[in-house]
């Protein structure tokens, strides 16, 4: 049984950081695309970043790109989300889930798939709540 497991939130002040972490047990991690999804009360989950299979596309969302950084470490079989510079506005429960499929590109660009049938797994979320 595949399971997605996410780790790291918490509360953190304003301007502070914060990293996530990711797994996947009950399949070989590497065969997964990863993402990280947020979602805040009364608003639609949107996409934070993702990142290839063998962590040499990582991509963050444009409203986090100054400020957020995905990595993934396939020896130790997890993802990393480390947020810097954390605004009220980052506050939601975060999610990861994992894709069997590459990430989608362009003719120039990767990006970030945000079809829920793209991602086989979720999981449960871990709640980051920004202070102000």
């Known amino acids: 049984q595949v399971q997605v497991q996410e780790s790291g939130g918490g509360l953190v002040q304003t301007g502070g950081a914060l990293r996530l972490a990711c797994t996947v047990l009950?399949?070989?991690?590497?065969?997964?695309?990863i993402g990280w999804f947020r979602q805040a009360p009364g608003k639609e989950r949107e996409v934070v970043a993702c990142?290839?299979?063998?962590?040499?596309?990582?991509i963050a969302a444009d409203p986090v790109r100054a400020r957020f950084r995905i990595s993934r470490n396939n020896d130790k079989k997890e993802v990393y989300l480390q947020m810097t510079s954390v605004e009220p506005e980052d506050t939601a429960m975060y999610y990861c889930?994992?894709?069997?499929?590459?990430?989608?590109?362009?003719?120039?660009?990767?990006?970030?798939?945000?079809?829920?049938?793209?991602?086989?797994?979720w999981g449960q979320g871990t709640q980051v709540t920004v202070s102000s």
């Open positions: 889930a994992a894709s069997r499929r590459s990430l989608p590109s362009t003719r120039t660009d990767f990006y970030c798939p945000t079809g829920a049938a793209i991602w086989d797994y």
């Open positions: 009950g399949a070989t991690f590497e065969d997964y695309t």
């Open positions: 990142i290839s299979r063998s962590g040499g596309i990582p």
